[in-house]
């Protein structure tokens, strides 16, 4: 028998709960979240034009003008997501109390045979979306850093860009 994408998605949400409309907040919540996140390349062509003199009739690439490091270009373009990420553990408190107060079926919940049951349906949404969070931040650093290096002028670059991303993420976690 199969099952819709309703079904599996009603077995993750607290009884009485509309999963589809946590589901759409949440996807409404994500776009927000890019469409912030592509601040980086408005930052990022206003250094990239820097790089270039006009000598009167075309753009020149001035060889001793240097790029920003990735890091400090990134700035908080993807802040987004952590404040998304930090949000969601609130869902979690609220499908809890969702149980206890709007449907009362927190004893139903307990004496059901699969003892996760009440946990299942209370964490699981939240965390997808935590995971989702970090997944889509994770994915956006890659690609603007390919931008920012495909883009760059080899000349213009400083060395050790991935490193100082990962200086700048352990300096962050101390």
């Known amino acids: ?7 599996t998605l009603a077995r993750h949400v607290p009884p009485g709960v509309d999963g589809k409309r946590e589901l759409i907040w949440l996807a409404v919540g994500g776009a927000l979240c890019l469409l912030y996140s592509l601040s980086f390349f408005i930052v990022y062509l206003n250094h990239y034009q820097a790089l270039f003199v006009w000598d009167g009739t075309a753009r020149v690439l001035n060889t001793e003008a240097v790029m920003p490091d990735f890091i400090a270009l990134l ?11 930090l949000c969601l553990p ?8 969702y149980h206890y107060r ?3 079926s927190i004893y139903l919940m307990k004496r059901l ?3 996760w049951e009440l946990h299942r349906r ?3 949404l939240p965390f997808c979306g935590i995971l989702a ?10 690609v603007y850093f390919g931008v920012y290096m495909l883009l760059t002028p080899s000349a213009c ?3 050790d860009q991935w490193q100082k991303i990962w200086i700048a993420f352990l300096g962050v976690v101390k």
């Open 90 to 97: 609130a869902l979690i408190f609220y499908h809890y109390a």
């Open 157 to 159: 670059l400083a060395p």
């Open 122 to 124: 209370c964490i699981s």
């Open 102 to 104: 709007d449907s009362m």
């Open 113 to 115: 045979p699969d003892r």
């Open 1 to 7: 028998m199969k099952t819709s994408f309703e079904d």
């Open 133 to 142: 969070c970090c997944g889509a931040a994770f994915i956006l650093l890659l």
């Open 75 to 85: 700035g908080n373009s993807l802040t987004g997501f952590l404040i998304l990420a």
